[in-house]
Structures are given as structure tokens and as C-alpha cells.
């Protein structure tokens, strides 16, 4: 358990560098470029993380925790909506600050603590540890996610190496 625990930490430390390399590195435009009509950009993935590192799972930790129930999140009615206004690299930092505090949370765990439950209102009972699971999954699909959106403008002006990208068109 203790090793798994390591793990999570291990990519929630991660997340937050990754994106600020994209964010300083990669052009504004293409961080806001809509990968297709109804996915998000790389820049909207980012204001996904935003969104959720304290308002969801920081106090998804500390509700479960405290032994309390801690309801469900839609990001289509309840999520944030890019604000034209932010830069990606300003979210990137952001984001880096909010996950520093989201890591403090997990290091003063002990081991016990990952057995704590609570209930999500759709979901059910749940531990700690599938809590913090889900959370290193969660960086990992949106950032995943992200550089799928970023592909697209390559993926359509790569001529006939298009077809060895056939699994990754969004349209």
C-alpha cells in the first residue's frame, strides 16, 4: 500500500512541471486550438486540473478524512470555462501552486488513514486510497488528453504519414 502510495505522489509531482514545460514552450494559439468541435483544447484541459485540485480533490481528502460525505462533480454544469483573459502559463503556475498544497495533504497520510471511507453521492462507499487513485489517473487521462489535442494541427499536415495516426484523429 505504502509503495502504491508512492506511485500516486510520484505522478501528482509530475503533472504540475509537465505543465508548465508545455505551457512556456508551446504558442499560446496552439494551447487554445480546438482539437474538434466538442473536445477540449490543451489549454481547457488545464483549466480542468485548475478547476478540481482544490474545489474537488483536496477537499475530497479532507471530507474523507473527517468521515464525511462529499457529493458528486459534473465539469459541464459545474466546471470553470476558459476565460480568455488567463494565459496557459499563468494557469500552469497556478496549477503548480495549488498542487504543492494538494502534496502536503498527502504527505502528512499514514497508512492507516488510506483505509478511511466515505460516500460519494453517486458512487457509493469509498476509500482514500481508490480516492487517490483516481486522482493520479485523472492528471494522467488530461494530459493524455491534452497532447491528443495538441497532435491534431500535426496530424493533419503530415500527408501520407496521416494513416499511422489514424487512432489519434479527432473530428
Known amino acids: 500500500m505504502i509503495e502504491k502510495l508512492e506511485w500516486i505522489s510520484s505522478v501528482l509531482k509530475t503533472t504540475p512541471d509537465r505543465w508548465l514545460n508545455l505551457a512556456e514552450m508551446l504558442p499560446a494559439l496552439l494551447m487554445v486550438a480546438k482539437p474538434a468541435p466538442l473536445e477540449w483544447s490543451a489549454a481547457e484541459c488545464l483549466v480542468h ?17 473527517a468521515g464525511q460525505d462529499f457529493p458528486a462533480f459534473d465539469p ?17 503556475w ?5 498542487r504543492r498544497e494538494g502534496l502536503a495533504l498527502i504527505e502528512k497520510l499514514q497508512p492507516a488513514d488510506l483505509e478511511k471511507t466515505s460516500r460519494h453521492t453517486e458512487l457509493g462507499v469509498v476509500t482514500l486510497s481508490e480516492l487517490l487513485n483516481e486522482w493520479a489517473a485523472h492528471d494522467l487521462v ?6 491528443r489535442a495538441l ?21
Not at 486540473?49 to 478524512?65: I, N, P, T
Open 49 to 65: 486540473l485548475v478547476d478540481l485540485e482544490v474545489g474537488v480533490f483536496h477537499y475530497r481528502v479532507q471530507a474523507v478524512l
Open 76 to 92: 459541464e454544469t459545474q466546471g470553470v470555462v476558459l476565460d480568455p483573459g488567463y494565459s496557459p502559463l499563468t494557469l500552469a
Open 94 to 98: 497556478k496549477f503548480n501552486q495549488q
Open 142 to 147: 488530461h494530459t493524455m488528453q491534452a497532447e
Open 151 to 171: 497532435m491534431q494541427p500535426f496530424i493533419l499536415g503530415c500527408g501520407p504519414w496521416k494513416k499511422y495516426f489514424e487512432e489519434h484523429i479527432w473530428t
